[in-house]
């Protein structure tokens, strides 16, 4: 089963704020897709001089190696050592949606949300992700009025589609610890 962490951040709000959410997060030049739609580094950048060898055992410890090197930076800012992959974008300014789906390595983009919700303090946040090899999930949500909900955890596969309320990620749910789901392969829409 893969490492991989599917993540949904769903931003509301005005066009003007959502347009400039947009142009921020992702980066029209880049040479890879992904990036394009959505670039941790041009949220939070890596300071230059990062260390630049292999990643130490130590960074989840708090007890990382100084100065840090980029895995243990990226860790700590971002929440993940590698940028998003399988990046899908719906919705527009003009809606007064954007719909982020997409993949981390091993952890979900915790750290990044109080930058988005600071940066850009008239949108609500959706967020929500689930990490089916390590069978937990989570969302949590913002709005500028209220603030930053409790945030909903689960380890357990019962509890995990709960934990992820209305979120799409809950149809990628494994009804098994053998990891089938038979949501799988349903449109979300018609689910």
């Not at 998003?84 to 300014?93: D, F, M, N, Q």
């Not at 955890?153 to 494994?174: E, H, I, K, Q, Y």
Request: net charge negative.
């Amino acid at each position: 089963m893969s490492n991989l962490v599917e993540n949904e951040l769903v931003l509301t709000g005005t066009p003007a704020s959502l347009a400039s959410a947009r142009s921020t997060l992702g980066d029209p030049e880049a040479d890879e897709a992904d990036q394009r739609l959505l670039n941790f580094a041009l949220l939070v950048p890596m300071p230059a001089g990062m260390i630049d060898r292999p990643p130490t055992e130590d960074c989840g410890s708090g007890k990382h190696s100084e100065p840090m090197d980029w895995y243990c930076w990226r860790l700590e800012h971002w929440g993940t050592a590698r940028e998003a992959s399988y990046v899908s974008l719906e919705g527009s300014p003009e809606s007064g949606l954007l719909r982020y789906e997409f993949s981390t390595t091993n952890t979900p983009v915790i750290p990044l949300l109080p930058v988005i919700a600071s940066r850009w303090s008239t949108l609500s946040i959706d967020f929500a992700y689930v990490a089916p090899a390590y069978e937990y999930a989570g969302s949590q949500h913002y709005t500028p009025e209220g603030g930053w909900s409790e945030a909903i955890f689960a380890d357990d596969l019962p509890g995990l589609r709960s934990a992820l309320g209305t979120s799409r990620l809950a149809l990628r749910v494994p009804d098994h610890a053998d990891g089938v789901s038979t949501s799988e392969g349903l449109d979300p829409l018609e689910a």
